[in-house]
Every structure is written in structure tokens, then in C-alpha cells.
């Protein structure tokens, strides 16, 4: 179960002293409008926070609670700024970009690979992403804590930044011309955007990619899990890097 903060007064005060990093706020459909859910509604539109209005049912696995009807999900983890990533000293590394992964499994398990291809950071987006949660927490065995996630609220904006402090945007996709293992990854910083398992990278990143690459497949079948797909890209980088030295 994720962690959470529950009641009026305890969620109202988190978005305030923004020291935790909320995921999601569920509100009772059977809960009166008044100023402080007013506030905290504003103040989640303010911080980009989604927050939805559910059935009463949704709320029996808190009874324990004193929940109010509210009840904030909040991460494990404390999440890196972009621009105080960027600033730091960066040589021949490697970032991952999910764009839209829906399924928390798959966040885990793309972090505890980035950790073990020695990645410098994961950027997930505030929304339409599976957010870093108990679930994600755990699939990644503990990785999780080794490396530096980094929550934004524009992909497209991020990329672009990167771009700007000579980082190198790759992205995937099924119909590209270019395989992954024909791109020289020495010598540069790479970042590596992976789509939603269903839809894939969305249009704006592709166009802004500087790279754009597919996994060759022998049989005509669906296509491989975003985290292994991950793993084959990411780890021909170290195979390039180790043959090199």
C-alpha cells in the first residue's frame, strides 16, 4: 500500500510546506465543499497535482483512518531537480526518459536495470505516468534509493534542456529505420526516451529526438516489454563503452 497522508488538514498542510511529494488525492464524492477542500483543490491545481473524486468505496481499505474522505498519496522518495542535475558535471553518461509508462511493474523494473547499467537518472513526468510508488519501489529491489529520479512537469520542455546542455535525445520506436546497436553511444551524454507500452513515444519527442531507433525483431509479434526493451538498448551502450576500453 502506498504511503499516504490523510484528513483535511494534513493534506492541505503538505501541499503548503511542499515537503513530500504527492502523488495523487482522492476525494469522497459524499464530502461538502468548504474552504479547506476548496484550498486544497487550488492549491493541487497550482502544483499540477491530479487530484479525483471517487465513491465512498474507494475508501474501506482506510477505514482504520480518520480520513475525512481524503486522502493524499504521497512518494517514498524525494525526487531531483532537472536544472540542478544539469548543472552538475556530467561526462559520457546516460539518462532514461519514460514517456507514459502505465504500469508501476515496469517503472521498477526499468530502474533496478538503469541502476545496473550504471544510468544517471530516470525523468518520469508529474502526469500520465506511473508514478514512483510502493509497487515501483519494490519491483525495483531497493534500486530505487541508488539513483536520482527526476519528476517534471513537461517532457517536452525537459528534452529540449537537455538539448541546450549538449545532451543527445534518443528515442524508440517500432517503425524506425535505424537499429539500436548503429548508434555510436561513446563519447557523448545520452538520454533514452521509452514509450507507453501501448502507444509508444508521442509524437513531439520523436520530432525532437536527435536519434530514433528500433530493436529488430525475427518473428512479426507484438513487441518486446518496455523494461526489456530497455535492458537490450541500454546495456549495448555498456557493451560499447567496455569494448571500447
Not at 200 to 209: E, I, T
Request: charged residues 20%.
Amino acid at each position: 500500500m502506498d504511503e499516504i497522508i490523510y484528513g483535511k488538514n494534513s493534506v492541505m498542510e503538505a501541499l503548503i510546506s511542499g515537503q513530500r511529494e504527492i502523488n495523487k488525492i482522492i476525494i469522497s464524492k459524499n464530502l461538502h465543499s468548504d474552504t479547506k477542500l476548496n484550498k486544497i483543490k487550488e492549491l493541487a491545481q497550482q502544483n499540477g497535482i491530479v487530484f479525483q473524486f471517487v465513491a465512498k468505496e474507494k475508501f474501506i481499505p482506510y477505514a482504520e483512518y480518520n480520513h475525512q474522505g481524503i486522502i493524499a498519496f504521497v512518494s517514498p522518495i524525494k525526487y531531483t531537480d532537472l536544472d540542478e542535475f544539469l548543472e552538475q558535471p556530467h561526462q559520457n553518461e546516460s539518462i532514461i526518459i519514460l514517456d507514459g509508462i502505465e504500469d508501476a511493474h515496469n517503472v521498477g523494473a526499468i530502474i533496478r536495470t538503469a541502476v545496473c547499467a550504471g544510468v544517471s537518472g530516470i525523468i518520469i513526468p508529474s502526469r500520465r505516468n506511473a508514478q514512483i510508488n510502493s509497487i515501483a519501489e519494490k519491483t525495483s529491489a531497493g534500486a530505487i534509493n541508488h539513483i536520482p529520479i527526476i519528476k517534471v512537469n513537461s517532457l517536452t520542455n525537459a528534452v529540449e534542456k537537455l538539448k541546450k546542455s549538449d545532451w543527445w535525445i534518443i528515442a524508440t520506436d517500432a517503425s524506425a529505420k535505424d537499429n539500436y546497436y548503429d548508434v555510436n553511444y561513446n563519447n557523448m551524454n545520452f538520454a533514452v526516451i521509452m514509450g507507453a507500452e501501448h502507444a509508444g513515444v508521442s509524437k513531439s519527442l520523436l520530432k525532437a529526438s536527435d536519434f530514433v531507433v528500433k530493436i529488430p525483431m525475427l518473428k512479426d509479434f507484438n513487441s518486446l516489454n518496455v523494461s526489456n526493451a530497455l535492458a537490450v538498448i541500454i546495456f549495448e551502450a555498456v557493451r560499447q563503452k567496455l569494448t571500447r576500453k
